[in-house]
Nanobody, 129 residues
């Protein structure tokens, strides 16, 4: 049984930092592209950051580039999202997702939620002013 579990969310002031983690079990972690998506109240789900199975390639959405960094530790079956210089508009539920045998040549193409097989329950990030 595959499990995907996010942690590390919380309440932080604008300008602060948080580091999200996503631990997985029941899948061959280093065969999966991993990603962070987020969804704010009343808004559509948004792809935030993507990392290839080996960790060699990554994309970040324009809205977070330069502030967020996605990384992974394949020896620990764990995905991370370091979030710095947080803004109120970063407030959302953040979801970890896994996609088997999938990568794409552009952010626009890899940002396809239908290609992601497994999803976590999400962790809330709230940024206050």
């Amino acid at each position: 049984q595959v499990q995907v579990v996010e942690s590390g969310g919380g309440l932080v002031q604008a300008g602060g930092s948080l580091k999200l983690s996503c631990t997985t079990s029941g899948l061959i972690f280093d065969a999966y592209t991993m990603a962070w998506f987020r969804q704010a109240p009343g808004k559509e789900r948004e792809g935030v950051s993507f990392i290839s199975a080996s960790g060699a390639r990554r994309y970040h959405a324009d809205s977070v580039r330069g502030r967020f960094t996605i990384s992974r530790d394949n020896s620990k079956n764990t995905l991370y999202l370091q979030m710095n210089s947080l803004k109120r508009e970063d407030t959302a539920i953040y979801y970890c997702a896994a996609a088997r045998d999938f990568w794409a040549s552009s952010l626009a193409r890899v940002n396809d939620p239908s290609r992601f097989n497994y999803w976590g329950q999400g962790t809330q990030v709230t940024v206050s002013s």
